[in-house]
């Protein structure tokens, strides 16, 4: 079991550029889930997908972001434009169902100059 | 909505101590996880618990689903230097988004 895979791993791009995050989740997992972690702010939930229809999208910040899930192995995360405050490391999660644990990947850490 | 409050936010002991930390939520919820990060990685699953009042133990980590589903705690006996990390909780409630506690970050001294 490879676990979440996500990239890429860090990412550092100028204000007002397009950025798009990419995560696959454990194979046979249903639920994926995108999380922002900050230091003021903590993890937060930004949205989730089961079976790959995107459940609550509330915890997305702005129209700036948003989130795909095309097939079961792949989700994909885009900022556009990116602004500093963007500057986060975002995880992806994936579970067998949402009632189950979240298994993390490694998180892309994005910073926006 | 729903906030998990975490305590302590920090803590520095020695090694061979033991550790207690907890979690406290203004609603009730049906599923408790504690999970640990280490720097450069995404937090691994410890413990989860499932019913109100369960006690769950891994190793030398236990925890409790509180009575009144409000809360939580994680011990760590005996630490090790190993043990040093940012130690989440989090809850989930029949909504089934999972909230996350502020953290606790643990250092440990050999």
């Known amino acids: 079991d490879a676990g979440v895979i996500q990239s890429p791993r860090h990412e550092v791009t100028e204000m007002g550029q397009e950025v798009t995050l990419r995560c696959k989740p454990i194979?046979?997992?249903?639920?994926l889930f995108w999380y922002r972690q900050t230091m003021m702010r903590g993890l937060e939930l930004l949205i989730y997908f089961n079976n790959n229809v995107p459940i609550d999208d509330s915890g997305m910040p702005e129209d700036r972001f948003s989130a795909k899930m095309p097939n079961a192995s792949f989700s994909t995360l885009k900022i556009q434009p990116s602004e500093p405050r963007d500057s986060a490391v975002y995880f992806c999660?994936?579970?067998?169902?949402?009632?189950?644990?979240?298994?993390f990947g490694n998180g892309t850490r994005l910073t926006v100059t | 909505g729903q906030q998990l409050n975490q305590s302590p936010q920090s803590m520095f002991i020695q090694e061979g101590e033991d550790v207690s930390m907890n979690c406290t939520s203004s609603?009730?919820?049906?599923?408790w996880l504690w999970y640990k990060q280490d720097p450069g990685e995404g937090p691994v699953l410890l413990i989860a618990?499932?019913?109100?009042?369960e006690l769950t133990s891994n190793g030398r980590l236990t925890a409790q689903f509180g009575i009144t589903r409000k809360d939580s705690f994680l011990n760590i006996s005996a630490s090790i230097p190993s043990d040093v990390g940012i130690y989440f909780c989090?809850?989930?409630?029949?909504?089934?988004?999972?909230?996350f506690g502020q953290g606790t970050t643990l250092q440990v001294k050999p």
């Open positions: 194979s046979g997992h249903n639920s």
């Open positions: 999660a994936s579970s067998p169902n949402r009632d189950s644990p979240l298994h």
């Open positions: 989090a809850g989930s409630s029949n909504t089934g988004k999972l909230i």
């Open positions: 618990l499932y019913k109100a009042g």
């Open positions: 609603s009730i919820f049906n599923t």
